[in-house]
């Protein structure tokens, strides 16, 4: 694992960027009432990408006046591979909606915790393609889209919320439109472009 790893979130900006106490909604690897989890992604993209899905955005017109936080957090470099592995189970598991993918998603939570493990690494259900992640890149003074071959991920970190530091990077932003065609919905729907 690289020494300085970063996980990104975007998230009302009135509030704190992570979960301390109990209250937190249900999500994708949680049931309300649970025990706190801090959702981070592999890039900005990721974030904002989870948000909107989150958040139900499919529309451009509904960017206008949204003005979320985008925060990079600290993963504590002293994390190995073994304190934040890359979740064992399938793909549609990870992916699927429901209450019995929930249960196996939790169930893979309690293993780890049993293991000492901090926290997973799970593909993102927010974008559609998740082999690769896009990017941008600088050529001769202008701006190209470019692919990562590192897949978009999501972590998911169960430790107390004190033990992760970060940063605002965006008090008040919002995802430019281009990105909702890139957003899987619930259900698997996409936008046409």
């Known amino acids: 694992m690289a020494p300085f790893r970063l996980g990104f979130r975007v998230c009302d900006r009135r509030y704190p960027f992570l979960w301390s106490q109990p209250g937190q909604p249900g999500g994708r690897w949680n049931r309300p009432g649970d025990p706190p989890l801090h959702y981070l992604a592999s890039s900005p993209l990721v974030a904002w990408a989870e948000w909107l899905r989150h958040q139900e955005i499919q529309d451009p017109e509904d960017?206008?006046?949204?003005?979320?936080?985008?925060?990079?957090?600290?993963?504590?470099?002293?994390?190995?591979?073994?304190?934040?592995?890359?979740?064992?189970?399938?793909?549609?598991?990870?992916?699927?909606?429901?209450?019995?993918?929930?249960?196996?998603?939790?169930?893979?939570?309690?293993?780890?915790?049993?293991?000492?493990?901090?926290?997973?690494?799970?593909?993102?259900?927010?974008?559609?393609?998740?082999?690769?992640?896009?990017?941008?890149?600088?050529?001769?003074?202008?701006?190209?889209?470019?692919?990562?071959?590192?897949?978009?991920?999501?972590?998911?970190?169960?430790?107390?919320?004190?033990?992760?530091?970060?940063?605002?990077?965006?008090?008040e932003g919002r995802p430019w439109?281009?990105?909702l065609p890139l957003v899987r919905r619930p259900g698997g729907a996409t936008l046409s472009p």
């Open 177 to 179: 439109p281009d990105l």
């Open 63 to 171: 960017l206008e006046g949204v003005a979320a936080a985008l925060w990079a957090v600290l993963i504590p470099p002293d994390w190995g591979w073994e304190r934040l592995p890359l979740v064992d189970l399938p793909e549609t598991v990870v992916l699927a909606e429901g209450a019995k993918a929930l249960d196996q998603r939790r169930a893979a939570i309690t293993l780890l915790q049993r293991q000492d493990a901090q926290g997973l690494q799970a593909p993102t259900a927010a974008l559609i393609q998740r082999r690769s992640h896009p990017c941008r890149r600088c050529d001769d003074g202008l701006e190209a889209p470019a692919e990562l071959a590192e897949p978009p991920l999501v972590f998911v970190l169960w430790c107390p919320a004190e033990t992760l530091l970060g940063w605002p990077c965006v008090k």
